[in-house]
Nanobody, 123 residues
Framework: VQLQASGGGLVQAGGSLRLSCAAS????????MGWFRQAPGKEREFVAA????????SYADSVKGRFTISRDNAKNTVYLQTNSLKPEDTAVYYC?????????????????WGQGTLVTVSS
């Protein structure tokens, strides 16, 4: 199984980035997909998750109204549209896949992880 995250970069505060995570080696439409992030010196934290059909989503309070998670099962890809970025959004963003039937906001249930993509927001 491979999860390849991309789309990170350097952006000014208030800007936007679209992160992508391409999955291979798994039956993508059977997995809940999540995004987590880890800032320097901090623990990994939940950002957003989406169920297999895209009909159920969950967001961390810190990103609600600014970030949108979506998926394209035909392309085996999950996206995270990040808008109105703030310096505190600076982190390595990881995508993850979870085979369980319920969307989780904790890292433990997720079976597979990507390598991460760095988002840096300047003030």
């Amino acid at each position: 199984v491979q999860l390849q995250a991309s789309g990170g970069g350097l952006v000014q505060a208030g800007g936007s980035l679209r992160l992508s995570c391409a999955a291979s080696g798994l039956t993508f439409n059977r997995y809940i997909m999540g995004w987590f992030r880890q800032a320097p010196g901090k623990e990994r934290e939940f950002v957003a998750a989406i169920n297999w059909s895209g009909g159920i989503t969950s967001y961390a309070d810190s990103v609600k109204g600014r970030f949108t998670i979506s998926r394209d099962n035909a392309k085996n890809t999950v996206y995270l549209q990040t808008n109105s970025l703030k310096p505190e959004d600076t982190a390595v963003y990881y995508c993850a896949a979870d085979r369980s039937p319920v969307v989780s906001t904790t890292a433990r249930p997720y079976d597979y992880w990507g390598q991460g993509t760095l988002v840096t927001v300047s003030s």
